[in-house]
């Protein structure tokens, strides 16, 4: 929006040429969805404490948290949608059908988040909506974003499954690409919901998955970049980076607050949210295996709560003390920081994996 604006001056001031730069204007948006969620957390969680907006503790969870926990606002997830819509609008290119169809998956399923928070918040437990209607109202906002992406996006290749490690190895999927991609979508917004555990245990994951799209979609875009690495060249996918430079901004600002002792959760009004609009950045840029190694903290914790389910249906016992994996490790005694720290270490190291991947081909 500001960044169109400022557009139309450029020929009468020079200076304003940088605006053109992707990067000068990601850096502009994690700064600025930085100090949004700066200015407004404070505010946010005294009125969410005094509206006692509280996160509901499970009551099959670590004894601890019950102690610990009960009585700490959640719906921090409103925070950080501000912060990233905000900066979004200021300095992307809202003409991009990138960024709208981002904006369309952060917004809806923020708001399916928010209604589900808002479930367990009036009714005082921690079940919320039930999770086959949270699963098909997924499905159907996955659905209209993604049959709309692929209709009116400029990318022939756009089916393409691709490989990383390998150069040439590409599978279309054809019409088989939209639940596919629906699936991703689906699959990363749970997985980071599940993830959601700990004070901090999502959010720095977040920030370097982000991170690591930020330069993915920049690189993608850039035919001198994509042509050297190898990896397909999808015009305008880089104005993404803005985006993912208001996700860092607005979970770093939001860490400040969710840092051990958490003053806030971001509930499930911020995973869902965060997680879906992962999901569509590694769509965008066609990336979506490498999203699920960079992201492999989420799937590792997605996949405990399957195992655990279907390991408990099949023959009535239980792999891990407790799923997510998470509580597993604070059942067997490890502290909360230290559960998280180890977990923050395991994200960096598949993060530096997935960016490998570039140039391994």
Partial sequence: MFYQFLLNYVETFGFLNVFKYLTFRTGLSVFTSFIIV??????FIKFFSNQKIFNPIRDDGPEDHIVKKIGTPTMGGVIILLGL???????ADLSN?????CIYISVSFGLLGAFDDFKKIKYSNSQGISSKSKLILQFIIATIGVCFFVYFVDFQEINNLYFPFF????LNLGWFFI??????IIGSSNAVNLTDGLDGLATVPVILVAACFAFISYVTGNIVFSDYLQIPYIEGTGEVSIFCGAIIGSCLGFLWFNAPPAKIFMGDTGSLSLGGSLGAVGIITKHEIVLAIIGGLFVLE?????VQVISYKLTGKRIFKM????HHFEKKGWPESTVVIRFWIISIILAMIGLATLKLR
């Fill in 38 to 43: 700066l200015i407004i957390g404070s505010p």
């Fill in 85 to 91: 819509l905000i900066s979004v609008l200021l300095w």
């Fill in 97 to 101: 059908l990138n960024i709208l169809f």
């Fill in 167 to 170: 150069k040439n190895l590409i």
């Fill in 179 to 184: 639940p596919f991609a629906i699936f991703v």
């Fill in 302 to 306: 997605a996949v405990s709560v399957m």
């Fill in 323 to 326: 799923a997510p994996i998470h």
